[in-house]
Each structure stands twice: as C-alpha cells, then as structure tokens.
C-alpha cells in the first residue's frame, strides 16, 4: 500500500455457534432411547437482539476462548432452516426432509451454546416433521439455512440426498448484493438470505436422542470497515463498493457435497463471475468515525483480491490485496475482517487517456498507441502507473492474459506518462477457417484411454461390431468419432477371424500363381515374401509408429505402437474430416503404412447397385460406396474479422479507459469435395488436392493441400532417379512419396520397375490375357496392397461400363447414362444411371470431377472439370483400365498410365 492510505488487519475466525437438540415428544426422560416412526423435535441454540432489520445477522460479539466464535442473531418465526436425513422420514409426506421454524431464542452473552426452540412448520394446520426411522439403523442428519420455504425471491437454496449417506447443498452468490442502512450504527447490513450455513451429525443405533448440529458458514463474509484519514470528512460520497478477483470466483452458483465428516467439496457452476458490489444509491460521507460494509463471496479460496471504492462525481480508488499479509482465508468460518481502510480526502486529479489504434492487416503486422497516465496534486503532476486486462466476449469476461493472436502488447507500466508514452500491439496473421461444421459424434464414449481403444478390425467401416468381436484387417480404416484406437499390426487384408478359422487369409499374400508379372507371394519392405499377416511373425520388430502426414491439424495425436497393435487419439476438440498415413518403423526404416479416413459421411459409406454395360442377365451387380475412398465434402475458408477490448486500469485512482483492438477479416479459397489419389497398384494414398478449380481447358495446377504437423511430415519428392521406375519394397518404405516417371515419347508410364499385373487382384487378369474379360464381370479378389478399407476392393475391370450406352467410349454426349449432362461444368461431375441396359431413368450414382495428377508429378490437374477412377484391371506392364469423364463424355474404359494417380470409388467385395 502506498502512504496516502493504510490498512490494518485483524482476521478473526467467526464461528456461528448453534446446536440442535432433538428429544421425544412429551418426554422429559433425556436417555429415553428412541423408536421408529418417534417423531423428532429440534432445538437450537443462537444470540438473539431485538430491532433486527434483515433476517438472521451476525451479532459482532465474540464469545469463547480460542478460537473464538461469533454468534448469530436469529429472528423467531421469520428463520427457518430444512433438515434432511436418507433414514428419517416425513410424518405425513413421501420425503426425508422437514423444515422447522425458530420459535423462540435466549441470548446468553458469553456463551457458545444457549438454548432455543425450533418446531415443525406448518402446513394446512399440521406440523409436518421428521420421524425416527428403523433403530438399528445408523442415522445421517443434515441441515440448511436458509430453508427454501422462508419463500425469499433472492435466495436460491437447496439441499437433498446424495449417494453414500451425503447431501448436495445447492446455492448463489449475487454479483450485485443488496443492503439495509442502519444510521445509528453506520453499518451496510447484507441480506442474510446469502448467508448459507450447513450442519451435519451422526447418530448411532440405539443412542438416546439427543442431536447435536453445529451450524458453520457455507459462503465467505467480507467485512469492511471504512475511515477517513483526515479529520475532515471527505466531501466526495461513497457510492459503491466493489470485490474482484484475478484468480477466484466470487459470485454465482455452487454446489457442495456434505459427508458426515463435515463439508467435503464446492463445485462452482460454469460461468460464475469474478466480482461482488454493492450500490450505495446517493452515498454516505466518510469520516474518522467507521464505516461498517459487509459482502458475501462464494465459499471457496478467495485469491488476488481487488478492492474498488466508488465515489460521486466518478472518482475511485483501487486497493490491491495480493498478499498473504493482507488476506487471509478462514477455511473453517470463512469470514474475513479487514477493518480501517483508510481513505485520504484529496485524492488529487487523475488524468488517463488512451488513443484507440489503427485497424490491423489481416496478415499481421503493428500498429501503434498513446497512454496519459498522471496524477495532478498541490500543483505537480506525477505519473501514475497502470495495468490491463483484455476481453475477447465484449467486456463479459476479462484476462491477464493476451488474446491468442494477439503475439506483443504491454500488460503494465509501473510508471506511467504525463506527455503519453507510446506502445506497440502486433497481431499475427489471421488465419484462414473452414466453414465445415462436423455433423457426427464429438463426445468420447467408452474408449476414453488408450487401455479402452477399440480395435478398428473388429468393427466394418459403419462401426458395427464383427461377430464376437473378430478381427477382419485393411489398409485403409474409417473412423467416426472421437476417442481412442487401435489398428493391429498386420500386413493389408492378410488378417480375416470372420472367414478363416486360423485367421490368415493367405490367399491375399501367397497365391502361389506363376506367370510373367506374376507375384506368387507378395512381397515386404525388405523384398522378402510375406509369411504370415502379424508384421512380428515375419521376424520384423516395429519399434515406433509416426504420423507421416495429415491433412487437417491434430486430426490425430498419441500415435505409438508395440508388437502387436498402432494406437491412436482423435480429439473431440479438433475432429473433422480429413485423413492420414500412419507408418509402422523399425529403426529408421517403414515396414508398413494404414490410411486412417476420419469422416461424419457414414450414410454415403453405404453401397448403391451398379450394373455394368456386360452384365446381361443384370444378375451380377458392383455394389459401390456413394463417395470416393478418402473423400472430404466441400468447404470455404475464411477469416473473419476479430477484436479484442484492452481496458487499461490506472494505480491507486482505479479508473479504467478501454480501446479496442482490431484486425481485418479476409476471404479464402472456396474448396470443392476432394478426395486422396492413388498410383496404380500402390495401397497408400497421395495427399488430396485442396479443391481449388482448374483452368478447365489447360493444365494449370492446384496447389496442394496444407499437411500437418509443419515441417514436412507430407514428402512430395521427386524420386532421384527421374526416368527409373522404384521397386515395390521400395514403395513400402517410403509411401508419402510420389514415384515421378517419364511417359511422353513412349516412355515408361509404370511408377514400378516389375509392371506386376496382381497387385490389386490376386486373380492378375489382364488384357488381352483372358478372352473372357469383354463379356463378364470378373470378381477381384483382394490383395494385401489393396488401398481399401475392410469389405471393399478396388472395382473390376467392367464396373463403370454401364455410364455409357455402348458400353465403352461415348462419340455423342447423349451416350451418356447421367441425368446431368447440360450441368456438368456446374454440378463439377456426372449423376450416372445405376440400372441394368441403357435407359435414361432410375437411381443415380455421382462421380466428381477431381481431377487427376500425370505420373511427371507435378501437382493435381483440372480439378472440377475432369475425373477418372481406377479399375483393378491392367492393360499391359505400362497401363491399368479406368474410368473418364468430362463435359465432353465418358470413357468407361479408359487406359491410363499406372504411374498417374487417380480416385478409387470402392466396390463392396
């Protein structure tokens, strides 16, 4: 504290000292044990003075050695209080509670305990109290004041049962507390109504019945007494007075938990505020002789307290009681004295002022501001010291702390300015938001921890649990909703309890084929064969599991793994859709990578029939997923404008000025649905585009979307030796990477060195290998490199033939089987027609115009105005089937290069 004032401290724990006595009805016999259904009569001790003019006060005598106590002062038939018990039982009523009035109180001066009456309420001319339960019985009592029936419209009071022989008191603290006058005594008395008390006893079986309840305070009572340090009055009128805290909470609703032990917790409700007043209306005029003020605070620690006096005319003072020597909090009475603040009379003149700074560019950068900050007294002007605290609601809420984008700005001057001292605020760039909300779960359910997480094998890609829980395994799995997962560590599809009594499905690793570009075992990232689906059973040990890259920030976090399982987080607070490539390492080196699809579209995972141009008898229909593997809807990103209010208040004054700081909003990018890409036969997606439009008549590119975490954790990198194909293993241990070929001039347009034909299809048909590729849908069998999630494969070879009329490239645009044909440049894709043969009608599939990236590897082409989707079908060592469109038509079986990556639209196995 400064010279101008002093405070001097006298802390006093304060006690209210009442007991309750419970004897039987017309029984003068103390020892008389007591029976079931005997009814319970109260009496309670309390301080008693006549002329209160608010229910219920504290008295100001301190009674008792050490530690002392204060008493309370009841008001018969006006108090009341509500006594539960779980084993006790309403005379007349289904309850365990009652409420007794105060019928009577004797003021014994200098004792703790002095007997008073207390007797049922009321009600319809009949005392309805509380009757002994059974005997044997252990019985919990405990009570409340103020009792909710008092029929207050201030208070909010409450109390029941809780589990285990506890009570639950309910109760608030207003922010603005109203007070009666009292001129004789120059004291602001509180409204008692705030002035929450609990009691609690035991009593065993068969004890003679006597109940003891010693009443304690269940809120903190402040108590000022304000002086004036001259002896002339002060000509300026107190008005207000004010409580506030930088750490507490002050006002608001709480809940405490009482056990038989006594007060076991407080609960503060969400929102609770940070200060208490009181408005003094016209004022009073201090002056040598005290000035008595009382406040109420919620019960807990109260911290970093802040005491504001206002006065007429707009003048205040500001007295911080930060430390331990000035404040002290009685955790047993919760009751604080702080007597003789003293208040000089010329408080002088203070001069504050602030400039409100210019308007922030939305990328960043400074601007500037002015303080006058000074104090004018007996003619010399003295700078005077302020601090500041910020508001990002609009003044409801306010910090110390710097609002998040806000990266510098002064929070105090010790010193202040007469002439205004200048400062600098600099903000950071104001980032780019999407509009997408996320519709799906955003609560964690039971897989709360990492010894919870559901194993995504035993769950389809709809989170419908495998019978008794088996495990079914992919390289790609979905995930719905936050939490924590886990993924086994096993080689694609080789892992399948569902089908195979053992579990290994070799088929999908060792097909024992022979043949030119055949493999007959699949191979690892060592060039190997696999042996067996467990990643450990092949001799292998994964000593780490990294996210190697995500499209959107912290989509996943807590990535680890052991021998047997990758373990993952996805965080209710940043969940949306997107996706990410996890990799399984030993040592330095990647032995195995999964694709984790985080989407709220499950209704779009399901499949719709669709019947190729071959399929004449209609009997053999591709059961297709309603979006693309990976797909992310459509979205906008801007950045609205934003603001923070920085209020600035003065030392020692306690005035406050505010300015605001602002920044400028922009707009972004408008993103189309996009989805990931894949290298023909590669099981690991391409980082997505981020669905900016193409030029839709060149080969202007997009640019890529933003990976996460920063640093490159997504490898776009150009493979060093440009026009050489990689070997499969090779692929294995580095899947974030785009294998960049030559293909023009007849160069190599396989991103592989081995051009095997089976990867995706264990079958390994190609063209023109099997004569009967042209009039039937060959089933492909999956393999361990196939990209998709579990029960899906990439399609055959004729899935998309029934988009056309002929059943291959269209010459006329009314070839075309889609319902869209005059809005496809608007729609960015086509609405084909799903049914058997060749008519223009019926349900319809829509296939998105992504756009596709060459194998030269430079980015991600015509996004909105060209599509094409692999089929597991190679057409020789260089090329793979697939389907094209754009507004000019559709090539149902198109060849394109394996090195290309193109969308995959899943095809139910």
């Known amino acids: 504290m400064n010279g101008e004032s002093s405070i001097m401290q006298t802390m006093n724990k304060l006690f209210c000292g009442l007991m309750a006595l419970a004897a039987l009805v017309a029984c003068t016999r103390e020892n008389l044990v007591h029976g079931a259904g005997d009814e319970i009569v109260f009496g309670a001790s309390t301080g008693y003075e006549n002329g209160l003019e608010t229910r219920t006060e504290y008295s100001g005598d301190l009674v008792g050695t050490s530690p002392k106590y204060e008493r309370i002062n009841w008001v018969p038939n006006e108090d009341r209080i509500r006594v539960y018990s779980g084993q006790a039982t309403h005379r007349y009523k289904d309850q365990h509670w009652a409420d007794y009035q105060i019928t009577a109180a004797t003021n014994t001066t200098g004792e703790r305990n002095s007997k008073a009456t207390l007797a049922p309420v009321v009600e319809v001319g009949t005392a309805n109290g509380l009757v002994w339960g059974d005997p044997s019985d252990v019985h919990y009592f405990y009570a409340l004041y103020p009792a909710p029936s008092m029929g207050s419209t201030a208070a909010s009071a409450s109390i029941s049962g809780a589990s285990n022989n506890k009570a639950t008191i309910s109760g608030s603290i207003p922010a603005e507390q109203p007070v009666v006058w009292n001129a004789a005594k120059r004291e602001y008395k ?179 501001f002015q303080v006058v900050s000074y104090r004018s007294k007996a003619g010399a002007n003295t700078g005077i010291g302020w601090t500041a605290a910020f508001s990002t609601d609009g003044g409801t809420n306010w910090s110390d702390e710097l609002p998040s984008w806000i990266t510098a700005c002064p929070v105090s001057d010790p010193d202040g300015s007469t002439a205004g001292e200048s400062f600098t605020v600099t903000a950071a760039v104001n980032e780019l938001v999407s509009s997408k909300v996320w519709q799906g779960t955003a609560t964690v ?347 899906f494969t990439v399609p055959n070879r004729n899935a998309f033939t029934g988009f056309t009329t002929t059943g291959s490239k269209n010459t006329a645009l009314n070839q075309v089987r889609a319902s869209n044909t005059a809005t496809f440049t608007s729609d960015y894709g086509y609405s084909f027609y799903v049914s058997a043969g060749t008519s223009m009608s019926g349900a319809t599939l829509f296939f998105p115009a992504n756009g596709y990236q060459l194998s030269d590897g430079l980015g991600i082409r015509l996004v909105t105005n060209t599509g094409y989707y692999w089929t597991a079908t190679p057409t020789d060592g260089k090329g793979a089937r697939s389907l094209q469109l754009n507004r000019n038509g559709t090539d149902p079986l198109n060849s394109g290069f394996r090195g290309h990556a193109f969308s995959i639209r899943p095809a139910a196995e």
């Open 190 to 368: 509180p409204d008692m109504n705030y002035a929450y008390m609990y009691a609690v006893a035991k009593v065993e079986p068969q004890v003679p019945g006597e109940v003891k309840l010693g009443f304690k305070p269940l809120m903190t009572a402040v108590e000022l007494n304000l002086v004036a340090l001259s002896a002339d009055p002060l000509t300026a009128r107190l008005t207000s007075v004010t409580l506030s805290s930088a750490e507490s909470k002050m006002s608001g609703s709480f809940t405490a938990t009482l056990s038989e032990d006594g007060l076991e917790a407080v609960s503060v409700a969400e929102g609770a505020g940070n200060s208490v007043s009181v408005s003094l209306g016209e004022g009073v005029t201090l002056s040598s002789q005290p000035l008595k003020i009382t406040l109420f605070a919620l019960p807990v620690e109260q911290k970093k307290i802040t005491l504001t006096l206002g006065f007429s005319g707009g003048l205040t003072r500001r007295l911080e009681l930060r430390d331990a020597t000035d404040w002290l909090t009685l955790t047993d009475c919760r009751k604080l004295y702080l007597n003789n603040v003293g208040v000089p009379s010329d408080i002088g003149t203070y001069h504050f002022s602030v400039t409100t700074p210019a308007t922030l560019g939305a990328t960043g950068g400074s601007t500037g």
């Open 445 to 791: 359910g039971t897989n709360n921890s990492k010894d919870a997480a559901i194993d995504l094998s035993t769950r389809d890609v709809y989170g419908n649990a495998n019978s008794a829980d088996k495990r079914r395994s992919a390289n790609c799995y979905v995930v719905s909703a936050p939490g924590w997962y886990k993924i086994p560590a096993v080689y694609g599809n080789a892992l399948d309890e569902v089908i195979f009594s053992d579990g290994k499905n070799v088929l999908s690793y060792a097909n024992n084929r022979s043949g030119a570009n055949i493999l007959p075992r699949f191979l690892r990232h060592d060039g190997n064969g696999i042996t067996d689906p467990w990643i450990r059973n092949n001799g292998i040990t994964i000593s780490k599991a990294e996210i190697l890259w995500q499209d959107g920030k912290d989509l996943l976090s807590t990535v680890s793994a052991d021998a047997s399982y990758l373990y993952f987080y996805v965080a209710p607070e940043t969940i949306k859709q997107g996706n990410a490539l996890l990799g399984a390492f030993q040592g330095s080196t990647v032995v195995w990578s999964w694709h984790i699809w985080v989407t709220d579209r499950t209704s779009e995972l399901q499949t719709v029939n669709v019947y190729s141009r071959r399929d004449a008898d209609a009997t053999r229909p591709n059961r297709m997923m309603k979006m693309n593997l990976g797909w992310l809807d459509a979205e906008t990103y801007n950045a609205a404008p934003r603001s923070a209010v920085m209020r600035l208040t003065q030392n020692s004054s306690g005035e406050t000025v505010e300015m605001t700081i602002s920044q400028e909003g922009r707009s972004g990018r408008v993103s189309y649905g996009t989805a990931p890409t894949y290298q023909w036969g590669r099981k690991d997606p391409m980082l997505e585009s981020d669905g900016s439009i193409s030029d839709q008549y060149s080969d202007k590119l997009t640019p890529r979307m933003e990976q996460y975490p920063a640093g490159g954790a997504y490898l776009f990198i150009n493979h060093p030796t440009y026009n050489e194909p990689v070997s499969v293993p090779y692929s294995i241990q580095h899947p974030n990477r785009f294998y960049r070929v030559a293909y023009r001039d007849n160069g190599p347009g396989d991103w592989s060195t081995e051009h095997y034909f089976n990867l995706w299809n264990v079958n390994g048909i190609r063209e023109p290998g099997d004569a009967t590729i042209n009039d039937a849908d060959v089933k492909v069998v999956k393999t361990v490199y196939d990209p998709c999630p579990v029960g």
